[in-house]
């Protein structure tokens, strides 16, 4: 393993955090076409709340817009999505509802520039949820410290690290109190000794039994986070066990393939 | 020191040097000047040739400007006490400026009036400062920005009190039907419906409630009418409307062009580009002349007014097209983000993304701006009196017939005053919004 970035954490047994019997997500029978090209076939998904997915797969193979499909950033075009026991469809109401409900990351941060780190956390509780001014800075002093920030909260975006933007924000985020949260590539963009702060702070998240879904490259995070890895390749679920037996002892050829190029260095 | 470090250092300091001035040839006014003026030997000779160039020019020039000829109160005058001062070169002859001042500012309106248009130009800067210096002024103070575009019409076109108050209302009565709509059905159908009842309300209804609260209060001041109207008064209440009108409109066209919506993409890019490949004088032209033949005989639709609404449409496919500069330039990202956090589409365009596009695009509108204001001046083509207009008017009066430079550097300062002064605002409100950040 090359996941030098945990040799210091302590490991969690995924088995310790506790995973219900509600479902969060449940995604059936789902697919999707760019035009022409069918990005995802016959996705089948069932999330239980607590649970930490990481989906794994080389790009191109639809991660990605599989879980940005989840709060509707993309549309799907057959099959269903039932997240937290609403169904999304074209309902404006819905959507708005569900995307209050589920958290984002991005790659790029997405924080707002024109905002200051404080603001940036303020905007979605005092417009959507209708928070008082006074306790929306509340809130958002609380997970700003617990991203352990709080004294940045009146620069602006442009003024901090790659790290420090990221974990505004995942705080941002949570300032909305989702019940789900998703992570697309979170730490993509970012340089080695940022990656680290980002994790910790998602591994922190996780073991508070917040349901999670990463997009990540991370083995070592979904080795030691995840209850269940998912590996995707051409828009298809190929294949998905725990973290131990997926890295272990991979059943699919293209599972074998991706992962000796991945963790082979 | 040679007893303790003899052997490993070869020297230590042990008295810090105190900061001494730089040398004068590097700093302050010589230093400047020999760094930008005197760089080199071609540089040194372009600047002394474009040194005597400007004196001379200027030596040229300035008495022209310079001549004591503010009291005459015709051509004829002037060059009489040009002579009589022994100038043969002759000068400005600055009368004209003094004895028409009232014309060139107000037009034919009516001069036991004139502080009316005084008073609303002073409200027009305490409506403009909350917009202006947001940061600075109490928030409060908006309200008053609403309530001006009534208060100054009245002041400035006078009759009843009630026409502006009917036509508040007109405004009062969409909201209330909006939002009394709006919790039963969508909102664009109650929007919809919202405007077509404050339109049934201010061509029907208002004109009878007017009529009828005037008979029981008459409470009007003198009415003066458009044809009244002129110089920079014309031009100054055409262009404000204009510019005050165009950036919201630009705003929701520009939208609309980039809106999924087939049809309302189609009737934005329609009118766009309709508008855009018009001359402003034809517009104009259609405003004053034809108009009429469209419109039931008998209804006395105000030329000003016509004006205004031509004016500012073509001003507002511009500033679309500006304002869509603006959205291009900004990032998926930002519509992501806004949309992660469940903002709905309002809301994310009002608080993420109109603020980081009209920022990106504050020079383009800011141009737009310039550009109507001193397109303003095209109304003299279909006869309204604007400065241009009436400096023609009194190049034809006998007793300033032949006069021509002193008029057109007058009315162009002005103009200039005006639109260095915007251009300067933007600059400033440029540099308050830079955070540091892109």
């Not at chain 1, 617990?146 to 705080?171: E, F, H, M, T």
């Not at chain 1, 080695?192 to 083995?219: F, N, R, S, Y």
């Not at chain 2, 008073?119 to 920005?145: C, E, N, Q, S, Y």
């Not at chain 2, 260095?420 to 540099?431: I, V």
């Given at each position: 393993?090359?996941?030098?970035a945990f040799d210091?954490t302590p ?5 310790a955090?506790?995973v ?13 076409w760019?035009?022409s ?13 607590g649970?930490r ?5 080389p790009?191109g193979s639809?991660?990605?817009?599989m ?8 549309e799907?075009?057959s099959g269903?999505?039932i997240?937290?026991g609403?169904?999304?469809?074209s ?9 209050s409900?589920?958290g984002?990351?991005?790659q ?10 404080l603001e940036?956390?303020?905007?979605a ?8 001014k ?7 002093m609380?997970?700003l410290?617990k991203?352990k920030i709080p004294?940045q909260?009146?620069?602006y975006p ?9 974990r505004v924000?995942?705080a941002r985020s949570?300032?909305?109190k ?5 992570f697309?590539?979170p730490?993509s ?8 702060e980002?994790l910790?702070?998602m ?5 508070e039994?917040m349901?999670?879904?990463?997009v990540?490259?991370?083995m070592?995070f ?6 269940r890895?998912?590996f ?5 679920i190929?294949?998905?066990n725990?973290?131990?037996e997926f ?11 991706f ?7 | 020191?040679?007893d303790?470090?003899a ?8 008295t810090m040097?105190?900061?001494?001035e ?10 400047w000047a020999r ?6 030997w071609?540089n040194?000779i372009?600047t002394?040739?474009?040194f005597?160039?400007?004196?001379n020019?200027i030596a ?13 109160n015709?051509?004829t005058?002037?060059?009489d ?6 100038r043969e ?6 009368g004209v400026?003094?004895?028409r001042?009232p014309?060139?500012m107000f ?5 036991e009036?004139y502080?009316r248009?005084?008073?609303?130009l002073?409200?027009l ?7 202006l ?20 019409a009245?002041l400035?076109?006078g009759?009843?009190?009630w ?6 209302l ?8 909006f ?7 969508n909102?664009?159908?109650s929007?919809f419906l ?6 049934v309300w ?11 609260l005037?008979?029981?209060?008459p ?6 009418q458009?044809?009244?109207f002129?110089?920079?008064?014309l ?5 404000v409307?204009a510019i005050m ?8 066209l520009a939208l609309?062009?980039?809106s999924?919506l087939?049809?309302?993409?189609a ?10 490949g018009?001359?402003l004088?034809?517009?104009l032209?259609?405003a ?5 033949i469209?419109?039931p005989p008998?209804?006395n639709f105000d030329i ?5 609404i031509m004016?500012t449409?073509?001003?507002?496919a511009?500033m679309?097209?500006?304002?869509r500069?603006g959205l291009?330039a900004?990032?998926k ?7 992660s ?7 994310a365009?009002r ?5 980081q596009a009209l920022?990106i695009?504050?020079p383009?509108?800011?141009s737009?701006f310039?550009g ?10 279909i ?16 007793n300033?017939n032949?006069?021509y430079w002193?008029l057109?550097?007058f009315i162009?300062a002005?103009f200039?005053i005006f ?13 308050k ?6």
């Amino acid at each position: 393993m090359s996941d030098t970035a945990f040799d210091t954490t302590p490991v969690i047994a995924p088995s310790a955090l506790k995973v219900s019997d509600e479902v969060a997500i449940e995604i059936s029978n789902m697919n999707k076409w760019y035009g022409s090209f069918h990005v995802l076939r016959d996705i089948d998904l069932t999330v239980h709340r607590g649970e930490r997915i990481v989906i794994a797969g080389p790009s191109g193979s639809g991660k990605s817009t599989m879980i940005r499909c989840i709060n509707r950033l993309e549309e799907h075009q057959s099959g269903k999505i039932i997240v937290d026991g609403t169904e999304l469809t074209s309902d404006l109401k819905n959507i708005d509802k569900i995307r209050s409900e589920v958290g984002m990351c991005f790659q790029h941060f997405n924080l707002f520039p024109h905002l200051t780190i404080l603001e940036n956390c303020t905007l979605a509780p005092i417009w959507v949820r209708k928070t008082p001014k006074k306790e929306a800075v509340e809130t958002a002093m609380h997970f700003l410290e617990k991203v352990k920030i709080p004294d940045q909260a009146n620069k602006y975006p442009g003024q901090l690290s790659g790290g420090q933007q990221q974990r505004v924000a995942i705080a941002r985020s949570l300032c909305m109190k989702p019940r789900i949260m998703l992570f697309d590539e979170p730490t993509s963009a970012l340089d080695p000794e940022m990656i680290k702060e980002v994790l910790d702070t998602m591994i922190e998240l996780a073991q508070e039994g917040m349901t999670m879904i990463c997009v990540t490259h991370e083995m070592g995070f979904a080795r030691q986070v995840a209850n269940r890895v998912i590996f995707m390749d051409q828009g298809q679920i190929v294949e998905q066990n725990e973290p131990e037996e997926f890295f272990n002892n991979p059943r699919s050829e293209r599972t074998k393939l991706f992962l000796s190029q991945i963790l082979g260095h | 020191m040679a007893d303790t470090h003899a052997e490993t250092v070869l020297f230590v300091r042990d008295t810090m040097l105190p900061q001494k001035e730089p040398p004068l040839s590097t700093v302050g006014p010589l230093g400047w000047a020999r760094g930008n003026l005197f760089s080199g030997w071609l540089n040194s000779i372009i600047t002394i040739v474009a040194f005597l160039f400007v004196v001379n020019l200027i030596a040229h020039l300035l008495p022209w400007f310079i001549s004591g000829t503010w009291n005459a109160n015709s051509l004829t005058d002037c060059r009489d006490m040009m002579a009589a001062a022994g100038r043969e070169q002759g000068g400005a002859c600055w009368g004209v400026i003094r004895e028409r001042w009232p014309q060139l500012m107000f037009g034919f309106y009516p001069s036991e009036l004139y502080w009316r248009p005084v008073l609303v130009l002073v409200l027009l800067f305490v409506a403009l400062a909350p917009i202006l210096f947001a940061d600075r002024t109490p928030t409060k103070m908006l309200g008053f920005t609403m309530l001006f575009p009534f208060i100054g019409a009245w002041l400035l076109w006078g009759g009843t009190i009630w026409n502006p108050i009917t036509a508040l209302l007109g405004f009062v009565i969409g909201y209330f039907v909006f939002t009394f709509l709006s919790r039963v059905v969508n909102a664009g159908i109650s929007l919809f419906l919202a405007a077509i009842a404050a339109f049934v309300w201010w061509s029907v209804l208002s004109g009878y409630v007017v009529s009828g609260l005037s008979a029981i209060a008459p409470l009007a001041i003198h009415s003066v009418q458009s044809r009244e109207f002129g110089g920079f008064l014309l031009s100054i209440t055409i262009g404000v409307t204009a510019i005050m009108f165009s950036l919201p409109i630009g705003i929701l066209l520009a939208l609309g062009r980039r809106s999924d919506l087939p049809l309302v993409k189609a009737l934005c890019v329609g009118f766009i580009e309709f508008i855009r490949g018009v001359p402003l004088i034809t517009l104009l032209f259609v405003a004053s002349t034809l108009l009429n033949i469209f419109l039931p005989p008998g209804t006395n639709f105000d030329i000003i007014l016509r004006v205004m609404i031509m004016t500012t449409l073509f001003a507002s496919a511009y500033m679309a097209e500006v304002v869509r500069g603006g959205l291009a330039a900004l990032g998926k990202g930002q519509y992501e983000g806004a949309d992660s956090l469940g903002l709905d589409y309002w809301q994310a365009q009002r608080l993420i993304v109109m603020p980081q596009a009209l920022k990106i695009s504050i020079p383009g509108i800011v141009s737009t701006f310039i550009g109507v204001f001193k397109d303003t001046t095209l109304v003299s083509i279909i006869s309204m009196f604007d400065p241009l207009g009436l400096a023609n008017a009194i190049r034809a009066d006998a007793n300033w017939n032949g006069i021509y430079w002193e008029l057109f550097i007058f009315i162009g300062a002005v103009f200039f005053i005006f639109c260095f002064s915007m251009s300067r605002y933007s600059m400033y409100l440029e540099r308050k919004l830079q955070t540091g950040h892109r």
